[in-house]
């Protein structure tokens, strides 16, 4: 079955530095690879996402990029604020008997230092 | 308006007890999930529903059992409590089942099993 690996586990960068989480994914028939946040005591919340047939896409302050061959996904975030401080989770989907699931990366914990 | 709602939001128990979570949703979606949180932040897909249909069921011991009552809402009732079903457990929905579709999160509900 596809597993979703995700590195580092916890990441501290200081005020407007900039953070990356790096993904790798096994199963090449994935095509779809969503970031989601998760701030304290919430649920997660989708920030940004990119489909196979894209390398990279960008919104404001968030970027990712994927490598299909390599089967590697990152996130980077530029100019750290405070209020980026959550658990983020990469993932990606796979098609099963009913439907598509989603497998996440087991989550990193960004600290942002005022 | 709250999108995805669960109750309790805070549940805590004697291990062997029986207990329910109820979940609703008020986006109109057709796909509703459960996931399963653990004290590392593992999530990880328990079961899905579409259109009240399970289309997906993961290994779960068989002490879980979901319930669909209307597109709307999806129930998880848990018999025979155990320690290890302690956890946060979200709640999600998505428009379809399809592999692009946006899954929205509820804001969890942490059982504890004493």
């Known amino acids: 079955g596809e597993n979703v690996e995700q590195h580092p586990s916890t990441l501290s960068v200081q005020e407007g530095d900039s953070a990356v989480i790096k993904c790798t994914y096994s199963?090449?028939?994935?095509?779809?690879f969503p970031w989601y946040k998760q701030e304290l005591g919430k649920g997660p919340q989708l920030i940004i996402d990119i489909r196979s047939n894209v390398g990279e896409k960008k919104d404001q302050r968030i970027a990712v990029t994927l490598n299909k061959t390599a089967k590697h996904f990152s996130l980077h975030i530029t100019e750290t604020q405070p209020e980026d401080s959550a658990v983020y989770f990469c993932?990606?989907?796979?098609?099963?008997?009913?439907?598509?699931?989603?497998?996440f990366g087991a989550g990193t914990r960004l600290f942002v230092k005022a | 308006d709250t999108a995805v709602s669960q109750t309790p939001k805070y549940l805590v128990t004697q291990m062997g007890n029986d207990k329910s979570i109820k979940c609703e949703q008020n986006?109109?979606?057709?796909?509703m999930y459960w996931y399963k949180q653990d004290s590392k932040k593992f999530l990880k897909i328990m079961f899905s529903?579409?259109?009240?249909?399970?289309?997906i069921n993961e290994t779960v011991p068989n002490r879980f059992s979901p319930k669909s009552p209307d597109k709307a809402h999806l129930n998880l009732h848990i018999n025979s409590l155990e320690l290890g079903d302690s956890a946060v457990y979200f709640c999600?929905?998505?428009?379809?089942?399809?592999?692009?579709?946006?899954?929205?999160f509820g804001p969890g509900t942490r059982l504890t099993v004493l």
């Open positions: 529903y579409n259109n009240k249909e399970l289309i």
């Open positions: 993932a990606a989907t796979l098609l099963n008997t009913g439907g598509f699931k989603t497998i």
């Open positions: 199963d090449s028939a994935s095509n779809y």
């Open positions: 986006l109109g979606h057709d796909t």
């Open positions: 999600a929905s998505s428009p379809g089942p399809g592999e692009w579709d946006e899954q929205f």
